[in-house]
Nanobody, 123 residues
Framework: QLQLVESGGGLVQPGGSLRLSCAAS???????MGWFRQAPGKEREFVAAIIWSGGSTYYADSVKGRFTISRDNAKNTVYLQMNSLKPEDTAVYYC?????????????????WGQGTQVTVSS
């Protein structure tokens, strides 16, 4: 079984930065890792994804140029560096893992999820 644990959320002012981490344990094979977010009253939305073996990355248009997803194979950890944060980035951020070759932008593409970490962007 694959377990995912996120960390790094918090309160930050507009224009600030945060780095989220997602540590994976248990089953090690993964096809892709992704970050999603969900704001109150809204559906869970795709933020970014990385193909574990080759490192290809994908981003939502709303975060392109501001967020960067990366991975550390040795630590079995994926990161989301978030810069130039805006109030509309406020949400619970979830890490997810896909174990099969598939699209990487939909929640249904992922079989394993972390518990989520709150990110609040406010002055």
């Amino acid at each position: 079984q694959l377990q995912l644990v996120e960390s790094g959320g918090g309160l930050v002012q507009p224009g600030g930065s945060l780095r989220l981490s997602c540590a994976a344990s248990g089953r090690t094979f993964k096809y892709a890792m992704g970050w999603f977010r969900q704001a109150p009253g809204k559906e869970r939305e795709f933020v970014a994804a990385i193909i574990w073996s080759g490192g290809s990355t994908y981003y939502a248009d709303s975060v392109k140029g501001r967020f960067t997803i990366s991975r550390d194979n040795a630590k079995n950890t994926v990161y989301l560096q978030m810069n130039s944060l805006k109030p509309e980035d406020t949400a619970v951020y979830y890490c997810a893992a896909s174990l099969i070759v598939s699209s990487v932008v939909g929640p249904n593409d992922y079989s394993h999820w972390g518990q989520g970490t709150q990110v609040t962007v406010s002055s």
